[in-house]
C-alpha cells in the first residue's frame, strides 16, 4: 500500500492510493496481483491546507507579545504555553509547566483590584459560575524583578459542554 501521483490523458496530476496484495498458488509460487487504485487528491489538498493553517496559527501563537495558554482544571497544570513566557517571566514555558504559576504569583487581584483568594478561584473553576476571568499578577521574575501580568481567559470545554479548564492570554 502507497501513495504516489499519476498524471491523466488530459495533464492533471493526481494523487492515488495503491492497493494490493499477491496471491499465491498452493505451492507458494506466485499466481496473481489483484488491488485498486483509489484518488485521494482531495484528502492530499486537505491535508495541505491543514497542515498550511496550522503553520500560520502557530508562527502567530508564537510570534505574539503576549501568551498563550492553556490550564487544565483536572491537574492544576499548563498543558500549553507559548514560547513568549520566557520574555515576559524569564522562565521557559517547560519551567512554567513543571513549576506551575502558584510558584511565581506573588499578588494576584481582581481587574476591580480584590484580592484573588483560593475560594474566589474555586467558585471560577465551578462548571455552574465560570464565565470570563479578568485578574492582574504580580509575579517575580526568574531574575528577581517584579511585574505586574494581566491575564484574561475563557472557559475551555469539550464539544460536549464539559468543563475541561480555560484559555488565556498573559499580558505585560
Keep these: 500500500r502507497f501513495e504516489l501521483q499519476l498524471r491523466r490523458r488530459d495533464g492533471t496530476v493526481i494523487w492515488v492510493e495503491d ?5 499465491r498458488n498452493p505451492d507458494g509460487t506466485s499466481r496473481f496481483c489483484e488491488g485498486s487504485l483509489q484518488d485521494i487528491t482531495e484528502r492530499k489538498r486537505a491535508e495541505a491546507a491543514l497542515r498550511e493553517s496550522e503553520e500560520r ?3 502567530v501563537v508564537e510570534h505574539t507579545g503576549d501568551t498563550i495558554y492553556r490550564l487544565r482544571f483536572d491537574t492544576m497544570r499548563y498543558d500549553y504555553m507559548s514560547p513568549s513566557i520566557e520574555t515576559l517571566t524569564g522562565y521557559t ?5 513543571q513549576l506551575s504559576w502558584d510558584v511565581i504569583s506573588e499578588e ?3 481587574i476591580q483590584g480584590l484580592k484573588v483568594t483560593e ?3 474555586e467558585r471560577y473553576r465551578s ?3 465560570i464565565g470570563s476571568f479578568h485578574a492582574d499578577y504580580l509575579i517575580q521574575t526568574k531574575s528577581g524583578e517584579h511585574r505586574w501580568l494581566e491575564d484574561r481567559s475563557e472557559p475551555w470545554r469539550e464539544r460536549d459542554g464539559t468543563l475541561l479548564g480555560s484559555v488565556g492570554i498573559l499580558s505585560d
Design 19 to 23: 492497493t494490493g496484495r499477491l496471491v
Design 57 to 59: 496559527l502557530r508562527f
Design 93 to 97: 514555558a517547560d519551567e512554567i509547566v
Design 108 to 110: 494576584r487581584t481582581t
Design 119 to 121: 475560594e474566589y478561584l
Design 127 to 129: 462548571p455552574d459560575t
